[in-house]
């Protein structure tokens, strides 16, 4: 029971430490991408390519992030395995991490035992920064199009 107690416990720090890291990612690379986005001079579409680009491989580092973890937990076989791949490398790792991260979940690979915490969190994390990054563009591609019809900026 008491190794029982310490795999949850190791599961779930790692979860925070993994939601953590994404939710600072996020900030600071949404931070630096908007204040890049009112410097530039350069044409509207152009900025917002560097947008749209910016934002993806912001939430590709963090598909990456939840892989490594996912990678990193399963090397104590007492937080689970992956259901699917005969051997789960990393790159099984990151790609279960992108389905769950992007809340597709095809079902070809599924986490089983105590690392289906770090799965169904990440699944939530990924919903919450997806969402955060579209009101984001959203809000910068208004300025642009107000800027287009001719009104202040």
Do not use: N
């Not at 152009?46 to 947008?51: D, M, P, R």
Request: glycine share 6%; with cysteine.
């Amino acid at each position: 029971m008491l190794e029982s107690g310490a795999v949850h416990f190791v599961v779930v720090a790692v979860t925070v430490l993994a939601v953590t890291l994404c939710v600072l990612l996020q900030y600071e690379a949404l931070v630096f991408v908007w204040r890049h986005l009112g410097r530039r001079s350069v044409e509207r579409r152009a900025k917002v390519l560097y947008a749209i680009l910016s934002v993806i491989l912001i939430h590709v580092l963090e598909i990456w992030i939840f892989g490594v973890a996912l990678w990193t937990l399963l090397w104590w076989p007492a937080t689970g395995e992956l259901y699917g791949p005969e051997y789960a490398d990393i790159f099984e790792c990151v790609y279960l991490s992108a389905v769950t991260f992007s809340t597709v979940g095809f079902g070809d690979i599924a986490p089983v035992g105590p690392i289906r915490f770090l799965s169904a969190t990440e699944a939530l994390c990924g919903f919450v920064l997806i969402t955060w990054s579209a009101s984001f563009t959203y809000l910068e591609m208004e300025k642009f199009w107000r800027a287009e019809d001719g009104e202040p900026r």
